[in-house]
């Protein structure tokens, strides 16, 4: 298994940077072309969306998100164009007649969340940076259109350059279909891994089980791990998942998305969400 074609999507802001490091990363690990997305949001639509039902849109308001909107299109190209000449890769737009990590820049226009899900469907992994929360330090990542629509494994990037990517890798088990999701999405960067460590946690009071038919599952798959299982509750089950992430010293966490809802308002569950407010390394995710 390999990743052949990573989409990573870049909207103007510091988090871009994270992102295209760590797509380098996996990229010249797998030879795999880089594609870097930038979807420029019509400023009617994005206003109407976010203004407060009643409120009136004026033009003056208008002017000023177009204004944000090109401004951000200008950041972003300029990023790309300065991480592809810093990384030295070649732009292309057809496959080469050889495996060889390569890039390209697409520039669509509508809304983020359906672009991003459409792009994401022909790509083998989706990278997103964390951009700065609302008027806190929380991270923010604009991931529901690459998470719950592209059926894709998306690997979210914390606010600094990913290091270690692949050295240790921490898997989060449950036995559950996100889960699996998830470890599937990541087998090809877990048979690259040095060391693959396999973490399950009891929830609600139950006991962690034993991952013995994933350690058999990954194993036929030539990948060597070892296991800690811990009984926990449902409301610190995220906090000693990041205890253990930095107690073996993990590049990267694989996990399943796990939700409280079906509908398209992003409800992640308590693990899930503590997870990604305070996590240091990069989270490899799927649902």
Known sequence: MTISVILTPIVGEAGDEHALAAALAVGRQMGAHLRVLHVRVPPSA???????EGAMVTAELLTLWENDVKERAVRARARYDSWRGGSGLAEVAAPPARAETSTSWVEL?????????????VSDLIVLGAQNGTGDSTPFY??????FESGRPVLLVPARAPEGLLGTVLVAWNGSAEAAAAVGGALPLLSRAKRVHIFA?????????????LVDYLAWHGIKTTTRVINSTSHD?????????AEVGAGMLVMGAYTHSRTRQLIFG???????RHAGVPVLMAH
Request: aromatic share 4%; hydrophobic share 40%; charged share 25%.
């Open 201 to 213: 946690a009891g929830e609600r009071g139950d006991s962690g089980r034993e991952p013995s038919e």
């Open 142 to 147: 604009a991931c529901e259109g690459a998470l």
């Open 270 to 276: 308590g693990a899930t969400s503590h997870v990604l």
């Open 109 to 121: 226009e509508g809304q983020f969340d359906p672009s991003v899900a459409r792009q994401g469907r």
């Open 46 to 52: 994005a206003v109407f969306a976010g203004a407060p």
């Open 237 to 245: 089950v995220g906090a000693a998942l990041l205890k253990e992430v």
